[in-house]
């Protein structure tokens, strides 16, 4: 970056001004100040009378452009020009990027401003020491366990509608250091630090110590050097919602013992973490062919209670599927039962192989009916005729020829046979 004029540093700040001031400034100048504050510091900008810096629209010509970070294309704060000095200007962070342009026309006096160094105002400290709420502390240690919010309001450390400020204190095995994952993170007001994060410190609590903060959408695994981890989580009234949970892990460096598991990133994890259902590694090596082992520990977990449960449960179950199958399997044994009875095997036999009709015998009984109706009136005309003849025959002389005429012909009628021809063959049995 290009400086111009001179630039006072301070462990307290500095200043600095516009070239020539407080003359005229001169033409086509480009002039860059980057400001550093230690860390954990932020920095404050103020400005001196006189103050003139060429007016124009939006501050397209001559103007100064201040941006809260080390890099000119870090978040703008805002372009200065006109009459009038700038107020006072804060970063959020321990960068401040500022430029100084001037064309080739129309110059003024320019400007001289202060910067000074102070402390971040998210972190409330005494004496470099965070100072939370009173009785709001938690203290954990081993190989591993879990670092959670909800444990605030479990113990009841704080009042509903009250800030959260809380540390939770990690102690790692001895000659190990601290491995941190985040499981949940969450913060209500996202990008409000003021409002609402999640500090992580290497060693202490103190504020040089601070390792990381959280306040945004995501928060990313923390590596820490020394075997102490200090948590800190601060959310105003209003971001009671916002939450995090948190696994720590106990690790040595490289090369591992003989009780250690080596995790392939530059950490020895105990064996006892291995295959416990938890990724204790910074990759998942430590769960990696446990199929066998995490359903044998699955098995372990289980109480009596449980068991208990289960076996009532799966009781239950059996029982109702035998029920259910025992009425499906008499269910159609009743319908074949009603098929049986109600079967009729004459009607059936009729249907598929009926009767053979004769038909001659019933065609000879009607024909010999009509011959003996016939018989019975040929018999009772002769009796009626037979007086008429008589007498007939005596007034005419020839009773004894018709006489003997009549008995012939009726003797050959009761003695003929009518001729009866079958003109029939017999039928063909129906299939």
């Known amino acids: 970056?290009?400086?111009?004029d001179n630039w006072v540093r301070t462990s307290n700040g500095g200043h600095f001004a516009s070239p020539n001031y407080p003359n005229?400034?001169?033409?086509?100048?480009?002039?860059?100040?980057?400001?550093?504050?230690?860390?954990?510091?932020?920095?404050?900008?103020?400005?001196?009378?006189?103050y003139y810096i060429e007016p124009s629209f939006e501050c397209r010509f001559d103007h100064l452009e201040v941006r809260d970070g080390p890099f000119g294309f870090s978040p703008l704060i805002n372009r200065y020009c006109g009459l009038k000095s700038p107020a006072l200007i804060r970063s959020t962070g321990r960068f401040m990027w500022i430029?100084?342009?001037?064309?080739?026309?129309?110059?003024?006096?320019?400007?001289?401003?202060?910067?000074?160094?102070?402390?971040?105002?998210?972190?409330?400290y005494l004496g470099g020491?965070?100072?939370?709420?009173?009785?709001?502390?938690?203290?954990?240690?081993?190989?591993?366990?879990?670092?959670?919010?909800?444990?605030?309001?479990?113990?009841?450390?704080?009042?509903?509608?009250?800030?959260?400020?809380?540390i939770w204190t990690i102690k790692a095995t001895p000659n190990a250091k601290i491995y941190l994952r985040f499981l949940d993170?969450?913060?209500?007001?996202?990008?409000?630090?003021?409002?609402?994060?999640?500090?992580?410190?290497?060693?202490?609590?103190?504020?040089?110590?601070?390792?990381?903060?959280?306040?945004?959408?995501?928060?990313?695994?923390?590596?820490?050097?020394?075997?102490?981890?200090?948590?800190?989580?601060?959310?105003?009234?209003?971001?009671?919602?916002?939450?995090?949970?948190?696994?720590?892990?106990?690790?040595?460096?490289?090369?591992?013992?003989?009780?250690?598991?080596?995790?392939?990133?530059?950490?020895?994890?105990?064996?006892?973490?291995?295959?416990?259902?938890?990724?204790?590694?910074?990759?998942?090596?430590?769960?990696?062919?446990?199929?066998?082992?995490k359903n044998a520990g699955l098995f372990e977990?289980?109480?009596?209670t449980h068991g208990t449960i289960i076996g009532i449960t799966s009781g239950i179950v059996l029982v109702l599927l035998i029920i259910s199958i025992l009425v499906q399997v008499k269910q159609p044994r009743k319908k074949v039962m009603a098929c049986k009875t109600a079967f009729n095997?004459?009607?059936?036999?009729?249907?598929?192989?009926?009767?053979?009709?004769?038909?001659?015998?019933?065609?000879?009984?009607?024909i010999s009916a009509d011959l003996?109706?016939?018989?019975?009136?040929?018999?009772?005309?002769?009796?009626?005729?037979?007086?008429?003849?008589?007498?007939?025959?005596?007034h005419d002389h020839h009773c004894g020829s018709q006489a003997s005429n009549m008995k012939q012909s009726r003797t050959n009628l009761s003695s003929m046979e009518l001729p009866f021809r079958n003109d029939f063959a017999q039928p063909q049995p129906m299939k």
């Not at 970056?1 to 111009?4: E, F, I, L, Y």
């Not at 601070?210 to 989580?233: E, H, I, P, W, Y």
């Open 301 to 304: 977990q289980i109480t009596k």
């Open 99 to 124: 430029k100084f342009t001037s064309d080739e026309e129309l110059e003024g006096k320019g400007f001289q401003a202060k910067y000074s160094f102070i402390p971040d105002p998210d972190f409330t």
């Open 129 to 166: 020491i965070l100072n939370p709420i009173p009785d709001c502390q938690f203290e954990l240690s081993g190989a591993d366990g879990i670092v959670r919010s909800s444990q605030v309001e479990q113990e009841g450390k704080t009042k509903p509608g009250q800030a959260v400020d809380c």
């Open 372 to 394: 003996a109706d016939l018989s019975e009136e040929l018999e009772s005309y002769q009796k009626m005729r037979r007086p008429s003849t008589a007498s007939r025959c005596i």
């Open 24 to 50: 005229m400034y001169p033409p086509n100048q480009e002039c860059i100040y980057i400001l550093e504050a230690a860390p954990r510091q932020r920095i404050e900008l103020t400005f001196d009378d006189p």
């Open 1 to 4: 970056p290009t400086q111009c």
């Open 185 to 293: 993170y969450q913060m209500e007001h996202s990008n409000e630090c003021k409002r609402n994060f999640v500090a992580v410190y290497d060693g202490s609590s103190s504020i040089e110590n601070l390792k990381a903060k959280f306040c945004s959408t995501v928060a990313n695994d923390v590596m820490l050097q020394t075997g102490t981890g200090v948590v800190r989580m601060w959310a105003d009234e209003g971001s009671r919602l916002s939450r995090f949970r948190m696994l720590f892990t106990s690790f040595v460096d490289p090369p591992c013992s003989g009780n250690t598991y080596f995790c392939h990133s530059n950490m020895c994890i105990n064996n006892s973490l291995v295959c416990n259902g938890i990724q204790n590694c910074a990759y998942p090596w430590d769960e990696n062919h446990c199929r066998e082992k």
């Open 345 to 366: 095997k004459t009607g059936f036999q009729e249907v598929f192989d009926p009767p053979h009709y004769e038909l001659f015998s019933l065609r000879d009984k009607e």
